[in-house]
T-cell receptor, first 114, second 117 residues
Framework: QQQVKQSPQSLIVQKGGIPIINCAYENTAFDYFPWYQQFPGKGPALLIAIRPDVSEKKEGRFTISFNKSAKQFSLHIMDSQPGDSATYFCAASIEETSGSRLTFGEGTQLTVNP | SAVISQKPSRDICQRGTSLTIQCQVDSQVTMMFWYRQQPGQSLTLIATANQGSEATYESGFVIDKFPISRPNLTFSTLTVSNMSPEDSSIYLC??????????????FGPGTRLTVT
């Protein structure tokens, strides 16, 4: 599987801050980029996703920024809350040929302090 | 989205034994997948469970160790065979559903936490 590199490994912010998690990929054939949120003891939950034909997508407090030329994408969490404390995974897939087989980044453990 | 259940939610097994994990979805889906997540680590795809045919395994995973069944469009099982402590992990079932906007969106079950002693 092609790699997806995620950083930072862990992140601590104060309530109201804007944590930013970054991912970089190698395979230019990737055409679907989701982000997942995982709480301890739970399965990953789909948070937001983007295709490479747009540079930004917002859903509530979550924003994906996508830079196709740099092969990078990032997750921004506006007005972060303690309830956002979780592990976040970026992922990528080639929809047409791999039928949603996701390649995941290493994960970022986010802590939002009150 | 999709409502996915897995059984068992957790188990402690002895080395050399086998465990079968069940995954049930609330409606028919074309694609089902099995992932492994070792403690504190990311997710690794084990195989794609194909309805009516053999599963498609990723590099490093073989059918003899992880046999998979997919008897219909709402159910799949993963067996972890001849277990060793290295198989201690969380096993996750996922399904892909066509969102008609972004293409297929993938949803995960709650996972099965396996400990092999």
């Amino acid at each position: 599987q092609q790699q997806v590199k995620q950083s930072p490994q862990s992140l601590i912010v104060q309530k109201g801050g804007i944590p930013i998690i970054n991912c970089a990929y190698e395979n230019t054939a990737f055409d679907y980029f989701p982000w997942y949120q995982q709480f301890p003891g739970k399965g990953p939950a789909l948070l937001i996703a983007i295709r490479p034909d747009v540079s930004e997508k917002k859903e509530g407090r979550f924003t994906i920024s996508f830079n196709k030329s740099a092969k990078q994408f990032s997750l921004h969490i506006m007005d972060s809350q303690p309830g956002d404390s979780a592990t976040y995974f970026c992922a990528a897939s080639i929809e047409e040929t791999s039928g949603s087989r996701l390649t995941f980044g290493e994960g970022t453990q986010l802590t939002v302090n009150p | 989205s999709a409502v996915i259940s897995q059984k068992p939610s957790r188990d402690i097994c002895q080395r050399g034994t086998s465990l079968t994990i069940q995954c049930q979805v609330d409606s028919q889906v074309t694609m089902m997948f099995w992932y492994r997540q070792q403690p504190g680590q990311s997710l690794t795809l084990i195989a794609t469970a194909n309805q009516g045919s053999e599963a498609t395994y990723e590099s490093g995973f073989v059918i003899d160790k992880f046999p998979i069944s997919r008897p219909n469009l709402t159910f799949s099982t993963l067996t972890v065979s001849n277990m060793s402590p290295e198989d201690s992990s969380i096993y996750l079932c996922s399904v892909a559903r066509d969102s008609s906007v972004l293409g297929y969106e993938q949803y995960f079950g709650p996972g099965t936490r396996l400990t092999v002693t």
